[in-house]
């Protein structure tokens, strides 16, 4: 700014300052986060061919990522705060920031790693494959079987596209399967709020916080879809009216104001906001002279959903029964005959399809019900072993899940303060937690808990930033600033932290395809752990064992025992790098003890090496030619 | 029971007539047994878009619930004509696709018609 000096003679002397750039119109310029996306993307780019999958350690995938992809990561979460902070709110430049996020995180395995990841995705394959070729089911094989419609759809779309195979593609399902489950996300969020920045900030949590990883090739990611979509229909379109009175007027009288009251809101909470309100907002806000929803083709719909739930995955029609019925047992949405409807869909396929599975693990089934801290602290308790720093990501991922529910009970929080009852949303955050009360899921239930609560956690963890319309408050800038550039640091090591042994390489796969190539029918394969990519095909044709415990007991004459022990002539015991990984991760088995007991093993005289490379090792054994 | 829904928008409609376009070119090559990226890129297409998309709008969902949900819907609508065929012993997925497809072709023509 020029700035004239005082006369002092014949003279005037001008003083020219350099211009100030001007902070606050630089933060408010919607320039701003594309820049910052620009600059993220090239250095994520950039960092991409000097990633070593091969060096990794126990940390998991961040172990051998370069600083320049969490650089990457750190912008895109400010430049996400810029955007839904932004004084003019662009939709499409957070949509393109979601989308980056996605991609740089959710698509890296696929562009940095040799193979499809997760031996379960090989044994998925293999469903597909045996159910596909046979056009029958074998429960006695496998219990999920009995629960086959996602295979079958799977097996359809393979054979109609003309796919030959399936394996090079399911690296980029988590990549799909996510953007997906946005869509589905969206609408719920819409029946929420109609607060535009609330829900974009959702989503952008939604995926920032989806470290669990069961979006891959699996009935429970298609189920997570169709969970979504169940509850988006319900909660918009089947709503009760505002002002209904049940069991919410009673939580309000008893609950909520006083809880209201603590927090010096007492007028506020005289004038909670019935979430039902914003629902029918959002559904009725452009309404002039628009034609009405079919609802009773809506209901059919929602049953087509559940009966493919209730046909694809054992777990969630549980999840969705629970948070039906809990919405309308708080009369949030109408038709109250929903839950019998779904528990007589549910009870029918159990009673019906089911029963080889029933039959054989009623017992197992039952055993966990009402234990639900028991069946907690093993979920937890077992986890945190292994190698210290598969325990360090362990303690990360449990204070990572922690820290989620904590900021969305602290949304609930401040949401009450300004008079708002997400009550639909709580309600279907919650309802997850009774899953600790019935089943251990094989000590994986608080995964399951996590995931099924976190559309709606998200939503709520939103809201503790911005619990209101209106102009955002430095503190929740400053703070959404800081929360967002610590879930995507963490988010990677979280999602990623057992990729050592979770990753396979081509010469593993070179060996599974070999072994497959020569194995007799009827044979038996026998393996360390499940962890190698075996399992893709010809499931009902070979019978499986393992020997993880005679190897973790450093025991090669009981391999040996075992492998005389199978119930077939022949007998192919199948090493790779992925089982060592998996001992060494989850049981700190070292490579010494490994090559000691497969040392004594292969000094067996029945025993022939047909296959050898560097992450691979193939023995056959025929019986009557084993020796004694 | 009914509920006023939003209006439908300008866009729903070109999608869902350019899913069906793809459905279609798909089951020619699917019935034509011609592999390649094309034949697999249009029935993935329609396959995760086309019968929702265009069950949602003939349910009168708004434009962007419609498409929205589309991908749910249709994968469902796909799974339940897949499961059937299965459970019945006359699998056939290029039926299954077909039947979908002329089902989807039915519901954009009600949906065209309702607008005229």
């Known amino acids: ?628 | 029971m009914t509920v006023t829904a939003t209006r439908h928008g300008q866009l729903g409609l070109p999608v869902a007539v350019a899913a069906c376009a793809l459905g279609v070119l798909g089951l020619l090559l699917a019935v034509a047994g011609i592999d390649g990226p094309v034949r697999t890129v249009a029935v993935l297409a329609f396959s995760v878009v086309g019968p929702g998309l265009t069950l949602n709008r003939a349910l009168r969902l708004d434009d962007a619930t419609a498409a929205l949900l589309a991908a749910p819907v249709s994968l469902a609508l796909a799974a339940a004509g897949a499961a059937a065929a299965f459970y019945a012993g006359a699998w056939s997925p290029v039926v299954v696709y077909g039947a979908l497809v002329a089902g989807a072709l039915v519901l954009l023509a009600v949906d065209v018609i309702r607008r005229r």
């Open chain 1, 1 to 628: 700014m020029p700035e004239t000096a005082p006369r002092t003679g014949a003279a005037a002397i001008t003083i020219t300052r350099p211009t100030r750039v001007d902070a606050r119109a630089l933060l408010a310029s919607p320039w701003l986060p594309w820049a910052l996306q620009l600059v993220a993307l090239v250095l994520w780019v950039t960092a991409l061919p000097h990633v070593r999958v091969d060096a990794m350690t126990d940390l998991g995938l961040v172990s051998v990522l370069p600083a320049r992809v969490f650089a990457a990561l750190v912008l895109l979460a400010l430049a996400m705060v810029a955007a839904v902070t932004a004084p003019t709110f662009r939709p499409a430049t957070i949509a393109a920031n979601v989308a980056l996020f996605l991609v740089m995180v959710y698509a890296l395995p696929a562009l940095v790693e040799e193979a499809p990841r997760f031996s379960t995705t090989y044994v998925h394959l293999g469903f597909i494959e045996t159910i596909e070729r046979r056009l029958e089911l074998f429960p006695q094989i496998d219990a999920r079987f009995e629960w086959p419609v996602f295979f079958i759809l799977a097996g359809y779309l393979r054979d109609v596209a003309g796919i030959a195979d399936l394996a090079p593609l399911t690296p980029w399902v988590p990549l799909l399967s996510n953007v997906l489950y946005l869509g589905a996300l969206a609408v719920l969020l819409r029946s929420f709020t109609t607060d535009a920045r609330l829900r974009w900030l959702a989503c952008w949590l939604f995926v920032a916080t989806n470290w669990i990883g069961q979006d891959y090739l699996s009935p429970q990611g298609f189920n997570i879809l169709l969970y979504l979509a169940i509850a988006s229909l319900v909660v918009r379109f089947f709503r009760a009216r505002a002002g209904d009175r049940g069991a919410v007027a009673a939580i309000r009288e008893r609950l909520v104001r006083p809880a209201a009251a603590r927090f010096g809101a007492v007028r506020r909470a005289l004038r909670l906001r019935d979430d039902r309100r914003d629902a029918a907002a959002a559904v009725g806000r452009r309404t002039a002279a628009a034609p009405v929803a079919n609802l009773p083709g809506l209901l059919l719909v929602v049953v087509l959903l559940y009966t493919i739930s209730t046909a694809s995955h054992q777990l969630t029609p549980f999840v969705i029964l629970g948070g039906v019925t809990a919405l309308v047992g708080f009369r949030r949405i109408t038709p109250r005959g929903l839950p019998l409807l779904l528990g007589l869909i549910l009870g029918a396929w159990l009673s019906y399809m089911a029963t080889t599975y029933l039959a054989g693990h009623l017992p197992a089934i039952v055993r966990d019900i009402g234990r639900a801290d028991a069946v907690a602290t093993a979920s937890v308790a077992e986890r945190i072993a292994g190698s210290a720093e598969h325990q360090a990501v362990v303690w990360l991922r449990l204070l990572f899940s922690l820290g989620v529910w904590l900021l969305a009970a602290l949304g609930v929080l401040r949401r009450l303060r300004t008079g708002r009852l997400d009550l639909s949303a709580i309600l279907l955050a919650g309802v997850p937690f009774l899953a600790l009360g019935l089943q251990s899921y094989g000590g994986e239930i608080l995964l399951r808990v996590y995931l099924f609560a976190l559309p709606f956690v998200a939503f709520l963890a939103a809201a503790a930033f911005r619990p209101r319309r209106g102009r955002w408050h430095p503190l929740d800038v400053g703070s959404l600033a800081a929360v967002a550039v610590a879930l995507a640091i963490l988010l990677p090591i979280a999602r990623y932290g057992n990729e050592r042994a979770d990753a396979f390489t081509h010469a593993e796969l070179a060996a599974a395809e070999l072994l497959y190539a020569r194995a007799e029918p009827g044979s038996t394969i026998v393996t360390v752990n499940h962890n190698a990519p075996i399992g893709y095909r010809d499931l009902e044709r070979y019978q499986y064992m393992r020997v993880h415990d005679q190897v973790l007991d450093g025991d090669g004459a009981a391999v040996v025992d075992e492998l005389h022990a199978v119930d077939s002539d022949v007998t192919y015991l199948f090493l790779s790098r992925g089982q060592l990984a998996y001992e060494s991760l989850f049981y700190e088995l070292d490579a010494g003890t490994w090559d000691d007991v497969f040392a004594e093993v292969a000094a067996h005289p029945g025993l022939e090496l047909v296959h050898e490379s560097t992450d691979a090792r193939i023995y056959r054994m025929q019986l009557g030619e084993a020796g004694s």
